[in-house]
């Protein structure tokens, strides 16, 4: 998508076709700043203090990691540890461990001089794919759009909540919640977009919203605990979210909070509807709830927020000196709460059914 | 209760018998400072820019702004006016409207050189009533938490999650939603707090945990987000929050947000209580989403976040320049998402035939 004018990607290679360029996200939306991944640590790092995240853009971000660490040793007992190391980074996105183990099963027949170039082979291909997938999320789920704006009479913009950041900063491009929203609107489709905060680390008020006002696209900020009431009072005509792991029974796991929008949403009869690729389903399990790993992430995200003062991007302290904080980073929305998924193959109910309907090779 | 081992109220006489004393709850948990007002216009401009805040301090508040008024002018016509200023502050506590209201009854009667003294009397009344409501929500509330703890053999603190603060901060003393941990945590029954920070303005972060530290509770800040994972995997007993506006229904209004929280109680059978003095009743109003109106605050409140850098309070933007935010206060949670309510009488069903039951002079 375009900043400032520029066409870029999340994630893309520098000009000496080796090291690899990311937006450093925990700067945005004050500071624009490309970051310059040379070494596996580095990538490592980039990963685990959220320069990037997004399930998607996590994958993706592995998979270039692990050719930065083949530069380094690419014999057999490298591929492991390379693994292992980038596996340890986020124990939730299911994108990461399936980026990973696509590069083993190409790399691990190879021999170590010829696994270099497979590997940047690969990691392209998993970045391409990824766009392809999300463009193809951006047409299913812009058809949802039109509908609801055609059902609308066509007399006023189509309002969606998301929570979160699932637009293209979250993927190598398009997006996944948000792609249908960038398709609606280059099809000339009004829409308007209410836009979660996303506490603790406010990727809605970073990232979406500088997503949408790059975009041109209407938008409100709210706090997390706005959406219910907006629903309520007949604000929001759908609900569109990502999801950093989807169990093959339709639950879904995505950023804390995204549970209980999905509550009010069917308590209010909206549709609720989760945007994923494919890389995404974790075909191993059937009980969201009681089999996704939740991580618990550092609770200074809580205590602090980060914000700009005076052209400074600091942390304010919000809470007395003595209180502890809890954070675990994201929930599971029940499938019975999710009125479809929409995938890069077209949407389906939040089943085993559903999704074994558009991905059969699974069954 | 006590502040650095004094004990305070959050609104008292200072020692002239006619000035104010309030705490200036903006500047904690970072300052503890008490302001005096002089004046009307002070006192509604205490209760607008939410130095106190809380349905029932609203009230006492406004009582005593009511005397500084008088103080100026004691005149039938002025009544009016210092009413209608008062009442304009906010819109959707139902405790300032019925404290005016009190207050007028009281003083039309009497003649103007009579007005002061009787509006000083009235007001001390009011005040001493909240505390005496407070003090038995605490008693009735606090069962249930005993309860609780037995059912749990004891073996284990009662898990409470609670959203804003209805501490005593936001009464006169004891508070309503934490007037039964108060007195639980008096009598020696071990519970735990999880802490809705409560964005936009933070009263969790910034007040709750500051009494919760001050009386050596125990518990968790948390976000917003977070309380519908924690309900799923059994980690909270009970769900006690305050109101700014209760129906006649049984419908409560509070906190925006309140609505998800008790959403995500009701699908995870855990129980839901609101804690509200009678005064908080609005016996007018069957239909509370449809009929109580819900005060729209400046988008700076999204768009802002108030912190402590470098042992400044200060204001951090966290979103970018051109995004527009919208933030609606309160929200409301119907009555059949209630388990019940907790009042100075005893604990009803959210219902009208619950709230008749301990109110039979309202039938």
New interface residues.
């Given amino acids: 998508m375009d900043v400032h004018g520029n066409p870029y990607r999340s994630i893309r290679l520098s000009q000496d076709d080796r090291q690899v360029e990311i937006i450093d996200q925990t700067r945005l939306?004050?500071e624009f700043v490309v970051v310059r991944l040379s070494t596996l640590d580095q990538a490592v790092e980039a990963i685990c203090d959220m320069q990037v995240r997004g399930a998607p853009l996590i994958g993706a971000t592995a998979a270039y990691g692990f050719c930065l660490g083949l530069l380094e040793n690419a014999e057999d007992k490298s591929l492991r540890v390379i693994a292992d190391t980038l596996i340890r980074c986020r124990p939730t996105a299911v994108n990461l461990r399936w980026a990973v183990q696509r590069m083993l099963t190409v790399l691990l027949p190879l021999s170590p001089s010829e696994r270099v170039a497979a590997a940047y082979e690969e990691a392209a291909a998993i970045c391409e794919e990824d766009v392809a997938a999300n463009k193809d999320i951006g047409k299913h789920g812009g058809g949802l759009l039109r509908e609801i704006w055609e059902k609308k009479g066509k007399s006023a913009p189509v309002n969606i909540l998301t929570h979160c950041n699932a637009g293209w900063l979250a993927t190598v491009d398009w997006g996944t919640a948000l792609a249908p929203v960038f398709r609606a609107h280059m099809d000339s489709i009004p829409v308007h977009v209410?836009?979660d905060?996303?506490?603790?680390r406010?990727q809605g008020?970073?990232l979406t919203?500088?997503e949408?006002?790059s975009a041109g696209i209407d938008?409100?900020?709210?706090?997390?605990?706005?959406?219910?009431?907006?629903m309520?009072?007949g604000q929001v005509d759908i609900c569109i979210v990502g999801t950093d792991r989807t169990a093959a029974s339709g639950d879904v796991c995505n950023?804390?909070?995204t549970?209980?929008?999905a509550?009010?949403a069917f308590?209010n009869q909206v549709p609720f509807y989760v945007a994923l690729p494919g890389s995404t389903i974790d075909w191993q399990v059937s009980d969201g709830?009681g089999e996704i790993p939740?991580e618990e992430r550092a609770p200074d995200e809580?205590?602090?927020?980060?914000?700009?003062?005076e052209r400074q991007l600091?942390?304010?302290?919000?809470?007395?000196a003595?209180?502890?904080?809890?954070?675990?980073a994201?929930?599971?929305t029940p499938a019975r709460l999710v009125t479809g998924l929409i995938t890069e193959r077209g949407i389906c109910s939040a089943s085993r059914a559903g999704l074994l309907s558009l991905y059969p090779e699974k069954g």
Same sequence: chains 1, 2.
């Fill in positions: 939306p004050h209410w836009v905060e996303t506490r603790p406010n008020a970073h919203a500088w949408l006002v938008h409100h900020l709210i706090v997390d605990n706005a959406g219910g009431h907006l309520q009072h950023k804390i909070g549970y209980l929008k509550l009010a308590d709830v939740i809580v205590l602090q927020v980060q914000g700009l003062h600091v942390q304010v302290g919000i809470a007395p003595n209180t502890p904080a809890a954070n675990p994201f929930d599971v």
